[in-house]
């Protein structure tokens, strides 16, 4: 649906290493409406709600550790197909199999490393987006809206 929304986070790796205006432009220029952002340093706890469903996968302290290392910068996109379309422009989760022109193909290496998230069901986007932005998202319309969607 065109009210669909997605979480999106720029990881602390992908802050440090600038590239948070790059990741935002791909979401703007595909035609997604940004209806939430705030840059944040989350706490362990937090982010051990985030990615609760992990919590028995050896990497996850590790995980948890590079998340808490630095800001995070955190959003929510609208839009046709928001979620499955989100995971599209982000890639793989390891970096090494994300084609050329994805967001994890194009700028890093690493799975534990890969500098970005987005939800990856409509169920879950809804519990991140509540998760993170508690306070609730902004309620806009868009000028280009009657552009990006018949
Ligand atoms: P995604 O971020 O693509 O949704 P996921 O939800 O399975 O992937 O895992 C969340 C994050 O955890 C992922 O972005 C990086 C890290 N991770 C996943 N699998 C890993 C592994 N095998 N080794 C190290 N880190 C891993
Ligand atoms: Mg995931």
């Known amino acids: 649906s065109v009210q669909e929304r997605t979480y999106i986070m720029v990881k602390p790796d992908g802050v440090q290493r600038g590239l948070v205006g790059k990741i935002i432009t791909r979401f703007e220029e595909r035609g997604y409406k940004l209806i939430a952002l705030k840059l944040v340093q989350a706490t362990p706890e937090h982010l ?5 469903d992990l919590s028995a996968r050896p990497f996850f302290p590790g995980l ?3 998340m808490a290392s630095g800001p995070v910068v955190g959003m929510v996109w609208q839009g046709l197909d928001a979620v499955k379309t989100g995971r599209a422009i982000l890639g793989t989760t390891n970096p090494l199999q994300s084609p050329i022109g994805t967001i994890r193909g194009d700028f890093c290496l690493a799975t534990g490393r890969n500098i970005c998230h987005g939800s990856d069901t409509v169920e879950n986007a809804e519990k991140e987006i509540t998760l993170w932005f508690p306070e609730g998202v902004a309620q806009w319309t868009s000028a280009l809206e009657t552009w990006v969607f018949e």
């Open 64 to 66: 948890i550790k590079y």
């Open 48 to 52: 051990e709600k985030h990615y609760a």
